[in-house]
């Protein structure tokens, strides 16, 4: 198990009823913390329209997840 | 440069940023907030935005721009927060030694801000119901 802060965005903050938190997860990537999150929180966006970003950094759904890590979930963006 | 603001953008301002006696002509793009959005008709409009992310990925699109069509100058602002109709909700501008680079460059930036920046949009309906755009599926939930 890892402890990861999962900070969620827009749509996700609004179905996760909070903006940030704390988790214990079972993940090795980062579409480990979306699938579980997803489950947790009702979310129904594909994976595919979302993006990802590991302490502050963009990153992939592939992208390793480190105990101690903050994984923020991006829904579909629409800037402009 | 990129930077988000939760003012009103300044259009002259930047236009001065961008001034170059190498440069011959120059180039910009602004994105307005419109009264109406697939048939429904919107009073208002927010603006969410991870603003340490957004900022750095705004720069890594400018310096892109670069790279692709060499400019001389090129800044773009986006708004975050409650925008009304008409109001300036981005900003991009370049200057360039010639057209075709100003063009190219302004048009690569705008549309990599809309597809890869976080930034959302919640649109405030005339009806009084509200939705965040791009992202129906979850809304409907």
Request: charged residues 25%; negative net charge; aromatic residues 10%.
């Amino acid at each position: 198990m890892k402890t990861v802060t999962v900070r969620y965005f827009a749509i996700f903050r609004e179905h996760a009823g909070l903006g940030e938190e704390t988790l214990e997860l079972d993940v090795a990537i980062a579409k480990d913390v979306f699938d579980q999150t997803r489950d947790r929180h009702g979310s129904s966006e594909p994976l595919g329209h979302c993006k990802v970003a590991i302490n502050d950094a963009m990153a992939d759904w592939s992208s390793e997840v480190c105990d101690g890590d903050t994984v923020l979930l991006f829904p579909p963006v629409a800037g402009g | 440069m990129f930077a988000i603001s939760t003012k009103d953008i300044v259009i002259n301002e930047l236009r001065e940023q961008l001034v170059n006696p190498a440069a011959g002509g120059f180039c910009a793009f602004e994105g307005w907030i419109r009264n109406e959005n697939e048939g429904r008709s919107v009073e208002r409009l927010e603006y969410e935005v991870y603003e340490p992310l957004a900022v750095s990925e705004g720069e890594k699109v400018i310096a892109e721009a670069k790279q692709l069509f060499p400019f001389l100058e090129a800044t773009c602002v986006h708004r975050a927060g409650l925008l009304e109709i008409g109001d300036c909700a981005v900003w991009v501008g370049v200057s360039a030694a010639h057209r075709d680079e100003a063009f190219q460059a302004c048009r690569y930036i705008i549309d990599q801000i809309k597809v890869r920046l976080p930034i959302w949009k919640k649109e405030h309906y005339v009806d009084g119901d509200s939705g965040w755009v791009n992202c129906e599926r979850c809304a409907n939930v």
